[in-house]
């Protein structure tokens, strides 16, 4: 019965929003077709074309702030009311100024898209992808060695690591993914099931509304899924000229994490923005502050974030006792002595496993079970992460991993045994193997006293 009065009515909310945004796929597709017959350098260009229509759309309002500012800073300095009925005209301006700002993205809207999408498409149809080098080229070639320069030329390839694995550039947006953008443009929720694309869909309304330069944070629930997914959709956005950085890869209140924020799309956990976002509250300088105004923020899982984690509130605490403190200080020399011997350990694992593959031993009892030691040991120790992205590295990896984890994981053991702790990265857990237990241990302590109760 709902569902005839709804049929009534023209549909479910949400079935009539879509039929709203449908006209736009019309309009991206068009231009999509039509960006196919541009160069590469005419593609990347588009994004100065867009920005300098942005900038001129909001030369007039910029112009007049300029001159308010101007104004009260022209004011006597003990005319405190003069100085505040400028500085509100301000913030009235600056409110304007947003709302010019979303004026222009939805005319830029269908182009933009298009241009990200066709750049997918050329990532993934190009194993090579070559232009004129940008200076922003340039600075990435020393850091990323899936960009190098020849000669005045850049060339991108479509396979770079993510996550800690290698990843193949292969996917083109379809036409549920542009509503999708469409709909996270608008600032409303887009319900996706899993494998449909939600990392794809995101790169539209970020490519979009980093345009102005006023920065772009994508919120995940945790500090992995912030590192691979800028990592995994970093080099489209950096080909189009894009900054991208992670705050989760940089310590809080530097000026690495300062430099993260200036980027034009941060990525980042809840936790880290929002410790961020109250940490600047408590400065005694705006040059202490690390954010900078928001702009636009898409929310990956948006109802765990925002329902099931709100139940708890981010609180940033005051003094505190110092009995926990000493206890920390006492039991730290120990955990840094367990995992320097653990890199020791892993080390050695992986010197072995590099030996005998290059004796041809790939049996996963033999230099298979030397590197999958090392994975488990420290899956994030860096060595490890670079001999992984090495071709054919991590088949010989996981055809070991899956030896020892058959049959119930019955011969995890072998694996686990010669390591101090190892690392189930999937279930999310730490556990300590007999031989951590002793070394952490001291004459006289219940060696249970390190390990938590299930």
Known sequence: MLGFISKI????????????????????????????????????????????????????????????????????????????????????????RDKKIEEILEEILPEAFAVVKETARRFTNNTDIIATATQLDRDLSVKKNYITIEGDQSVFKNTWTAGGGQVTWNMVHYDVQLIGGVVLHEGKISEMATGEGKTLVSTLPAYLNALPGEGVHIVTVNDYLARRDQEWNGTIFEWLGITVDCIDKH?????????????????????????????????????????????????????????????????????????????????????????????????????????????????????????????????????????????GIRVKMQKAENYYLQDQQRHMHIVDEELLFHIDEKNNSVEMTDKGLTMITRSGEDPEFFVLPD
């Open 9 to 96: 009515f023209g549909g479910s909310k949400s079935e009539k929003d879509v039929k709203k945004i449908e006209p736009y796929v019309g309009k991206i597709n068009k231009f999509f077709t039509a960006y196919e017959s541009l160069n590469n350098d005419q593609l990347r260009s588009k994004t100065g074309e867009f920005r300098l229509r942005i900038k001129e759309h909001l030369s007039a309002i910029d112009a007049d702030i300029t001159a308010k500012n101007t104004a009260a800073d022209e004011l006597p300095f003990n005319d405190l009311m003069g100085k505040d009925s400028v500085y509100q005209e301000v913030d009235k301006l600056k409110k304007d």
């Open 251 to 391: 310590q809080p209140n530097t000026e690495e994490r300062r430099k993260a924020y200036l980027a034009d799309i941060t990525y980042g956990t809840n936790n880290e923005f929002g410790f961020d976002y109250l940490r600047d509250n408590m400065v005694h300088t705006p040059d202490e502050m690390v954010q900078r105004k928001h702009h636009y923020a898409m929310v990956d899982e948006v109802d765990s974030v925002l329902i099931d984690d709100a139940r708890t509130p981010l609180i940033i605490s005051g003094p505190v006792p110092k009995g926990d403190d000493q206890q920390f200080h006492v039991l730290k020399p120990r955990v840094l002595q367990l995992i320097q011997e653990q890199e020791r350990i892993v080390r050695n694992f992986l010197n072995e496993a590099k030996k005998r593959f290059a004796e041809g031993d790939d049996d996963a009892k033999g230099g298979g079970l030397h590197l999958f030691r090392a994975h488990r040991g420290l899956p994030k120790y860096g060595p490890v992460i670079k001999y992984l992205s090495e071709p």
